[in-house]
Every structure is written in C-alpha cells, then in structure tokens.
C-alpha cells in the first residue's frame, strides 16, 4: 500500500513563496513508477482542484490550472521518492488544503487518482 505524507505548508503574506514536498512510503521507488502524479487544492464547501500534474505515460507531460501558469511550478525526485510543488507569487485566492496524489494505473489522470496524502494548510493573507 502505497502512503503519500506532505510537507511544507503554512501561513504566508501575499507575494510571497512556499515549496510543498511529498514523499512517498510503501516500496521503493514508488514515485517514479506512477503513471499520474500532482497536487491538488480544496476550499471548504467547494470541489477538489487539480492545481499541477505529471503524466509519465509515453514521455513527461506536465499540466497547470489557468489560476497558477507562471507562478507554481510541479517537479518530481526520482532519487528522493518525492513531488514538489514550488509556489511563488502567492494569492489569498491560493489558500486551501493542499493534497498530494498519485496513480499506479496507465494513463493520465487529473482526478480519481488512487492514492492521495493527508493534506497540508496553505494560508495567504492580503
């Protein structure tokens, strides 16, 4: 069973930074034999967000939602069994729980991935 633990959330002021990490537990190398890997975001009393995601179906694929192009950028350590997102330029708007998740089966997944963490809190204030 593969377990995913986050790391790296907190409270920032607006235009600031922060780097989530994810590592993963459960055998080796678990990371790098994910077909789907990303992060994701929600907001009490709204719908899971896919915020960056790796596909590694056939080559390397990444994906950004519209709301983070030019500001997080998505990154994955083989050697460290770990996924990271780098966010820069922080918005209020950026604030929710942050999720890691991760999917064994083939294809490119942007929801409905298997495996998914406990969630850091990333907060924002103006």
């Known amino acids: 069973q593969v377990q995913l633990v986050e790391s790296g959330g907190g409270s920032v002021q607006a235009g600031g930074s922060l780097r989530l990490s994810c590592a993963a537990f459960?055998?080796?190398?678990?990371?790098?034999?994910?077909?789907?890997m990303g992060w994701f975001r929600q907001v009490p009393g709204k719908d899971l967000e896919g915020v960056a995601i790796?596909?590694?179906?056939?080559?390397?694929?990444?994906y950004y939602a519209d709301s983070v192009k030019g500001r997080f950028t998505i990154s994955q350590d083989n050697a460290k069994n770990s996924l990271s997102l780098q966010m820069n330029s922080l918005k209020p708007e950026d604030t929710a729980m942050y999720y890691c998740a991760a999917d064994l089966r083939r294809g490119c997944r942007s929801s409905g991935l298997r495996y998914r963490g406990q969630g850091t809190q990333v907060t924002v204030s103006s």
């Open positions: 790796i596909c590694s179906d056939g080559g390397s694929s990444t």
């Open positions: 459960g055998y080796s190398n678990s990371m790098y034999s994910m077909y789907s």
